[in-house]
């Protein structure tokens, strides 16, 4: 398999490159998934687009208002370690440091995790509940995308084929939030979730549930927001919890898999839904 | 003056420092893969997508004419040819029918690795699908699918082939003794249980690598190979190329397992090397080596077993039904089946029984050996099937084994008297390090923790070996030898051997390896055999040398050209016993199971290499662990689904508990000074004993491995 591999310096430059290129290019950030996928030959792309010399894409920051900015070319294991991201909220550190080993980690980039849409991995879950939006660019401009509308299926994002994911912004955490984040690996530590859970809630003054997001990764084409178990829970004390969990199984949407039956899974979704809430109430 | 004895004790005694290690760490150590010709090509396959299918055509010309492609051969230039350790029916290239999906029809040679496989997708093969033959059962069916039909024109080295009950039949045994049927008319209770087992690989870190040119009229072998006289063998018949001209150069192996006494690239290389006059190479991917080459055997296992009301065994059936896949040719065994088929109740006194066991062709990946073929399948199988009967006698499962584990004199599965550990000075060791509680004081009470224990038989490897031993100048001698060392610490053992038997310091002893053609036969590495059987001759060359000194009135820093060789024929049948015990814990929500505390003891006999040996321990429990919990090469419609690292899960260093092991060092077996063998002799078990550790937990039985978090929960009491 041969291709031209570029370097662009700027985010200019890439853009040109992309407009260029069209779909015979292909973005690559830290390359874990995009070398992956073209080695066993599912990838054949003429151009190869390298994004990590690009410095608008570095770097995570605190945003004024008390949100956090990531850039797209952070590694997942500078998240990971970063004391700016341990300090917007804990959770988010644990879902990047969720994700295959540190060699990985190392190696692998944000902006890919995200634009790669493989339903099995850690961040997005966890950056969905936190109500994370994506910076996009395109020679045509900028835009900016919740993140449950980036993946619209496996493996698939509505990203245009001109742009680029240049970074995810964080909103501010509400005073009183918790957030947890749980993978459940029945095999190895070392694997693709089962099914993993991310959740924060808010209470109210009065003890009652004000607000809750719960994302569910890998028993869907992509992460799924559990809305029906939000929605009952909104407004509602936390020992309404038991009674919402039974609602899990039917939001979710498994395939039978080495990770599992469809039915294992469902109920599974269920179980860990219940042990994140647990973490977020008590 | 510090006595012999004494002297070789406390050489011996010192954990030892690798002869290759500072090679390995430093990246000095050259690997098969890592060895470059000028001139040489590179190889691809092309393989088949069908897992039964009768080749129509085949056109290569637009892979021919393909910049930098040099050669493109297909089934019609090298048939007849088939390859295989005992039984040559595996085709080097298939020219008539394809038998799985990567059976090889066609193969190239071209400049780089990337124009092979663009080449390779250039060949246009017509097929016309078959029906394929996908279970052990279907196999034997009457009208099933014949798999060989020419198998009487296959080359079978070293004896004649045993008659079949069935064409798809690759090997079948039939043991039996006592009055059987006797036994179970006189039992209080009769268990009958049946356990599946999956393909699993060996999962080395290195995949196989092999480089083949002509020099002159001789074929130049570079390899992974761990046995590389007895490929030099399997090339002659299958090439015609007499012994003599093929050299095997098989150096550092990046582990084996079992998995690397079988080769399927040198015997195409050869041929690409004869078309081209080039150096060829081909590197395995590890998708390839995982879909291609030779896996653990799949297995049925039906057990039956008559007690008495006291629980003690009086009669004992069993039909072992292993899938071999689409060849035979990974099994050296000259029935043609896993090394321990016959194994079913292994360490355990049985004065009657009758055991059947046969392996069968399917049209799936081929099988072969696997780290102690054939126990990890017969040790879940009746280990489990041990504990079944046990409870359902509500007695504890370690008493059960106490009161019928084998001691001298008692008869074994085999029929043969033991000759081996002391069984019930084992189950004790194990009793007293585990703190094993028992777990029936508590009946019908589900606590999610509990107790499995299980236990497990090697023999110590038996064969012949022999190797040079010189003097050289200032003291010093070579060993030399055709023992290539696939990480298990050979080298390091001859060494130790040697130095400990002179009384010399270790840097005086330098043990080299030679390729075929410079140093005397060798058997390999497998078996179990390198420290009883290797290790013995490098004993016995130094202890020839010694005589020779003593009879010319020498010291070894005085003697000149003396060189003697050391010879070894280890031929007692002895077995070492281990057993482990486990503490589970049960996720009563998701059935996923953690391993709060293991206990091995193991018979190992004199230790030699101490750190070696401990993590021949270590490593056999974590590979056990790995096939008790995680691993399974799936194969839907004959396709194997876990194609990669990712789905073919391995347990990491995180996934591994803590490991308390006992060593019983006091029986001495027939090695040198007394060693046994340790390679083998851990893994087998660790499957049975969690899958005994969970239904004391939860009451959840698992008659299948992997013991996975969805099994138990499916058999958790609703």
Same mark, same amino acid.
């Given at each position: 398999?041969?291709?031209?591999?570029?370097?662009?310096?700027? /985010?200019?430059?890439?853009?040109? /490159?992309?407009?260029?290129?069209?779909?015979?290019?292909?973005?690559?950030? &830290?390359?874990?998934?995009?070398?992956?996928?073209?080695?066993?030959?599912?990838?054949? $792309? &003429?151009?190869?687009?390298?994004?990590?010399?690009?410095?608008?894409? #570095?770097?995570?920051?605190?945003?004024?208002?008390?949100?956090?900015?990531?850039?797209?070319?952070?590694?997942?294991?500078?998240?990971?370690?970063?004391?700016?991201? #341990?300090?917007?909220?804990?959770?988010?550190?644990?879902?990047?440091?969720?994700?295959?080993?540190?060699?990985?980690?190392?190696?692998?980039?944000?902006?890919?995790?995200?634009?790669?849409?493989? $339903?099995?991995?850690?961040? @997005?879950?966890?950056?969905?509940?936190?109500?994370?939006?994506?910076?996009?660019?395109?020679? #045509? &401009?900028?835009?900016? /995308? @919740?993140?449950?509308?980036?993946?619209?299926?496996?493996?698939?994002?509505?990203?245009?084929?001109?742009?680029?994911?240049?970074?995810?912004?964080?909103?501010?955490?509400?005073?009183?939030?918790?957030?947890?984040?749980?993978?459940?690996? @029945?095999?190895?530590?070392?694997?693709?979730?089962?099914?993993?859970?991310?959740?924060?809630?808010?209470?109210?003054?009065?003890?009652?549930?004000?607000?809750?997001?719960?994302?569910?990764?890998?028993?869907?084409?992509? $992460?799924?927001?559990?809305?029906?178990?939000?929605?009952?829970?909104?407004?509602?004390?936390?020992?309404?919890?038991?009674?919402?969990?039974?609602?899990?199984?039917?939001?979710?949407? @498994?395939?039978?898999?080495?990770?599992?039956?469809?039915?294992?899974?469902?109920?599974?979704?269920?179980?860990?839904? &219940?042990?994140?809430?647990?973490?977020?109430?008590? | 003056?510090?006595?012999?004895?004494?002297?070789?004790?406390?050489?011996?005694?010192?954990?030892?420092?690798?002869?290759?290690?500072?090679?390995?760490?430093?990246?000095?150590?050259?690997?098969?893969?890592? !060895?470059?010709?000028?001139?040489?090509?590179?190889? %691809?396959?092309?393989?088949?997508?069908?897992?039964?299918?009768?080749?129509?055509?085949?056109?290569?010309?637009?892979?021919?004419?393909?910049?930098?492609?040099?050669?493109?051969?297909?089934?019609?230039?090298?048939?007849?040819?088939?390859?295989?350790?005992?039984?040559?029916?595996?085709?080097?290239?298939?020219?008539?029918?394809?038998?799985?999906?990567?059976?090889?029809?066609?193969?190239?040679?071209?400049?780089?690795?990337?124009?092979?496989?663009?080449?390779?997708?250039?060949?246009?093969?017509?097929?016309?699908?078959?029906?394929?033959?996908?279970?052990?059962?279907?196999? =034997?069916?009457? *009208?099933?699918?014949?798999?060989?039909?020419?198998?009487?024109?296959?080359?079978? =080295?070293?004896?004649?082939?045993?008659?079949?009950?069935?064409?798809?039949?690759?090997?079948?045994?039939?043991?039996?003794?006592?009055?059987?049927?006797?036994?179970?008319?006189?039992?209080?209770?009769?268990?009958?249980?049946?356990?599946?087992?999956?393909?699993?690989?060996?999962?080395?870190?290195?995949?196989?690598?092999?480089?083949?040119?002509?020099?002159?009229?001789?074929?130049?072998?570079?390899?992974?190979?761990?046995?590389?006289?007895?490929?030099?063998?399997?090339?002659?018949?299958?090439?015609?190329?007499?012994?003599?001209?093929?050299?095997?150069?098989?150096?550092?192996?990046? *582990?084996?397992?079992?998995?690397?006494?079988?080769?399927?690239?040198?015997?195409?290389?050869?041929?690409?090397?004869?078309?081209?006059?080039?150096?060829?190479?081909?590197?395995?991917?590890? %998708?390839?080596?995982?879909?291609?080459?030779?896996?653990?055997?799949?297995?049925?296992?039906?057990?039956?077993?008559?007690?008495?009301?006291?629980?003690?065994? =009086?009669?004992?059936?069993?039909?072992?039904?292993?899938?071999?896949? %689409?060849?035979?040719?990974?099994?050296?065994?000259?029935?043609?089946?896993?090394?321990?088929?016959?194994?079913?109740?292994?360490?355990?006194?049985?004065? %009657?029984?009758?055991?059947?066991?046969?392996?069968?062709?399917?049209?799936?990946?081929?099988?072969?050996?696997?780290?102690?073929?054939?126990?990890?399948?017969?040790?879940?199988?009746?280990?489990?099937?041990?504990?079944?009967?046990?409870?359902? =006698?509500?007695?504890?499962?370690?008493?059960?084994?106490?009161?019928?584990?084998?001691?001298?004199?008692?008869?074994?599965?085999?029929?043969?008297?033991?000759?081996?550990?002391?069984?019930?000075?084992?189950?004790?060791?194990?009793?007293?390090?585990?703190?094993?509680?028992?777990?029936?004081?508590?009946?019908?009470?589900?606590?999610?923790?509990?107790?499995?224990?299980?236990?497990?038989?090697?023999?110590?490897?038996?064969?012949?070996?022999?190797?040079?031993?010189?003097?050289?100048?200032?003291?010093?001698?070579?060993?030399?030898?055709?023992?290539?060392?696939?990480?298990?610490?050979?080298?390091?053992?001859?060494?130790?051997? !040697?130095?400990?038997?002179?009384?010399?310091?270790?840097?005086?002893?330098?043990?080299?390896?030679?390729?075929?053609?410079?140093?005397?036969?060798?058997?390999?590495?497998?078996?179990?055999?390198?420290?009883?059987?290797?290790?013995?001759?490098?004993?016995?060359?130094?202890?020839?040398?010694?005589?020779?000194?003593?009879?010319?009135?020498?010291?070894?820093?005085?003697?000149?050209?003396?060189? !003697?060789?050391?010879?070894?024929?280890?031929?007692?049948?002895?077995?070492?016993?281990?057993?482990?015990?486990?503490?589970?814990?049960?996720?009563?929500?998701?059935?996923?199971?953690?391993?709060?505390?293991?206990?091995?003891?193991?018979?190992?006999?004199?230790?030699?290499?101490?750190?070696?040996?401990?993590?021949?321990?270590?490593?056999?429990?974590?590979?056990?662990?790995?096939?008790?919990?995680?691993?399974?090469?799936?194969?839907?419609?004959?396709?194997?689904?876990?194609?990669?690292?990712?789905?073919?899960?391995?347990?990491?260093?995180?996934?591994?508990?803590?490991?308390?092991?006992?060593?019983?060092?006091?029986?001495?077996?027939?090695?040198?000074?007394?060693?046994?063998?340790? *390679?083998?002799?851990?893994?087998?078990?660790?499957?049975?004993?969690?899958?005994?550790?969970?239904?004391?937990?939860?009451?959840?039985?698992?008659?299948?491995?992997?013991?996975?978090?969805?099994?138990?929960?499916?058999?958790?009491?609703?």
């Amino acid at each position: 398999m041969t291709f031209d591999y570029h370097e662009p310096r700027s /985010l200019a430059e890439a853009l040109a /490159l992309l407009d260029r290129y069209g779909d015979d290019a292909h973005l690559m950030a &830290g390359g874990t998934a995009t070398v992956l996928l073209m080695r066993q030959g599912l990838l054949r $792309p &003429g151009h190869v687009i390298g994004l990590r010399a690009i410095d608008d894409l #570095r770097g995570i920051t605190p945003t004024r208002d008390g949100g956090l900015r990531i850039g797209a070319t952070a590694t997942l294991r500078a998240v990971e370690r970063s004391p700016e991201a #341990r300090m917007y909220s804990p959770a988010l550190t644990d879902a990047f440091a969720s994700v295959a080993t540190v060699r990985i980690r190392n190696q692998a980039m944000v902006g890919g995790n995200l634009a790669h849409a493989d $339903p099995a991995q850690d961040p @997005p879950p966890m950056l969905a509940a936190l109500n994370a939006t994506v910076s996009i660019r395109s020679s #045509r &401009g900028e835009r900016s /995308l @919740p993140i449950d509308e980036l993946a619209v299926d496996h493996f698939t994002t509505s990203l245009a084929h001109d742009e680029i994911i240049t970074g995810v912004v964080l909103p501010p955490i509400e005073p009183g939030s918790r957030e947890t984040y749980l993978k459940f690996l @029945p095999k190895t530590a070392d694997d693709y979730a089962t099914v993993s859970v991310a959740a924060t809630l808010r209470f109210a003054p009065d003890g009652t549930i004000a607000e809750t997001r719960i994302v569910l990764g890998a028993v869907g084409p992509t $992460p799924i927001r559990a809305r029906r178990v939000e929605d009952a829970l909104r407004g509602q004390p936390p020992s309404r919890v038991r009674d919402a969990l039974e609602l899990v199984p039917d939001e979710v949407d @498994p395939i039978d898999d080495l990770r599992g039956s469809a039915a294992y899974k469902r109920e599974m979704a269920r179980v860990w839904t &219940g042990r994140a809430l647990a973490r977020v109430t008590r | 003056m510090t006595g012999v004895a004494e002297r070789s004790a406390s050489i011996l005694d010192q954990p030892e420092y690798r002869v290759e290690g500072r090679d390995k760490v430093t990246g000095a150590a050259r690997y098969a893969a890592d !060895v470059v010709m000028p001139g040489m090509l590179q190889a %691809a396959y092309v393989t088949s997508p069908y897992a039964h299918a009768r080749i129509v055509s085949i056109d290569v010309s637009a892979a021919r004419a393909l910049p930098g492609v040099r050669a493109v051969i297909t089934g019609a230039d090298t048939k007849p040819g088939r390859l295989g350790r005992r039984l040559q029916d595996w085709p080097i290239l298939c020219w008539d029918r394809v038998l799985f999906i990567g059976d090889r029809v066609a193969a190239i040679a071209a400049d780089t690795a990337a124009i092979a496989d663009e080449a390779a997708r250039l060949v246009e093969v017509e097929y016309e699908e078959l029906p394929a033959v996908l279970d052990a059962d279907a196999a =034997l069916a009457a *009208g099933a699918p014949v798999l060989h039909p020419d198998a009487a024109n296959y080359a079978f =080295l070293g004896g004649t082939r045993a008659q079949r009950s069935h064409p798809n039949v690759q090997g079948q045994a039939l043991h039996e003794h006592g009055d059987v049927e006797a036994g179970f008319r006189t039992s209080h209770k009769v268990y009958e249980h049946t356990f599946t087992l999956p393909r699993t690989h060996q999962a080395y870190i290195e995949p196989r690598a092999t480089l083949v040119w002509l020099d002159g009229e001789t074929v130049r072998v570079v390899t992974t190979n761990k046995a590389p006289f007895a490929l030099r063998q399997h090339m002659s018949v299958a090439l015609g190329v007499p012994e003599p001209r093929i050299v095997v150069d098989a150096g550092h192996i990046g *582990g084996d397992f079992g998995g690397k006494g079988l080769s399927i690239d040198e015997f195409v290389l050869y041929h690409l090397a004869r078309a081209t006059g080039r150096p060829v190479r081909a590197l395995t991917r590890y %998708a390839d080596d995982l879909q291609a080459t030779n896996t653990r055997h799949a297995a049925t296992i039906t057990l039956r077993t008559g007690v008495d009301a006291e629980g003690r065994i =009086l009669a004992h059936t069993s039909r072992v039904l292993f899938d071999g896949g %689409a060849y035979a040719a990974g099994k050296p065994v000259i029935t043609l089946m896993p090394g321990d088929a016959m194994l079913t109740l292994a360490g355990y006194r049985v004065p %009657a029984a009758r055991v059947e066991a046969t392996t069968v062709y399917t049209n799936q990946v081929p099988a072969g050996h696997a780290r102690a073929p054939g126990q990890p399948q017969n040790a879940f199988a009746a280990e489990s099937h041990i504990d079944l009967i046990a409870r359902d =006698l509500a007695i504890d499962p370690l008493e059960f084994r106490e009161r019928n584990i084998v001691r001298h004199g008692d008869v074994d599965v085999t029929g043969k008297p033991w000759h081996g550990t002391d069984g019930p000075a084992l189950l004790a060791r194990l009793r007293t390090a585990s703190r094993y509680g028992p777990s029936l004081a508590r009946p019908n009470q589900v606590n999610w923790w509990g107790w499995g224990v299980a236990l497990g038989v090697r023999h110590v490897g038996r064969g012949r070996a022999s190797m040079v031993l010189r003097t050289l100048a200032g003291g010093r001698v070579e060993l030399r030898t055709g023992v290539s060392d696939q990480g298990g610490g050979a080298h390091t053992l001859f060494q130790r051997i !040697v130095a400990a038997e002179l009384s010399i310091p270790l840097d005086r002893v330098a043990v080299s390896r030679g390729t075929t053609d410079a140093v005397l036969s060798d058997p390999g590495v497998g078996g179990s055999r390198v420290t009883p059987v290797q290790g013995s001759a490098a004993l016995d060359a130094a202890r020839k040398l010694n005589a020779k000194l003593a009879e010319l009135g020498r010291s070894i820093d005085d003697a000149s050209e003396i060189e !003697v060789t050391g010879e070894a024929a280890q031929e007692t049948h002895e077995a070492s016993t281990y057993a482990y015990a486990l503490r589970v814990t049960i996720d009563r929500e998701t059935g996923s199971l953690k391993i709060d505390d293991a206990t091995l003891v193991a018979d190992v006999g004199k230790v030699i290499n101490p750190v070696a040996l401990r993590g021949q321990l270590e490593g056999g429990f974590i590979f056990g662990l790995g096939q008790a919990v995680m691993e399974e090469l799936r194969v839907e419609d004959g396709r194997v689904v876990t194609a990669n690292l990712g789905d073919y899960k391995l347990p990491t260093i995180a996934d591994a508990p803590p490991l308390r092991i006992e060593l019983i060092t006091d029986h001495p077996g027939p090695g040198p000074f007394g060693a046994k063998s340790v *390679g083998e002799l851990a893994n087998p078990a660790v499957g049975a004993a969690v899958a005994n550790a969970v239904q004391d937990a939860c009451g959840a039985r698992v008659m299948s491995l992997p013991v996975t978090a969805e099994k138990i929960w499916a058999e958790l009491p609703k």
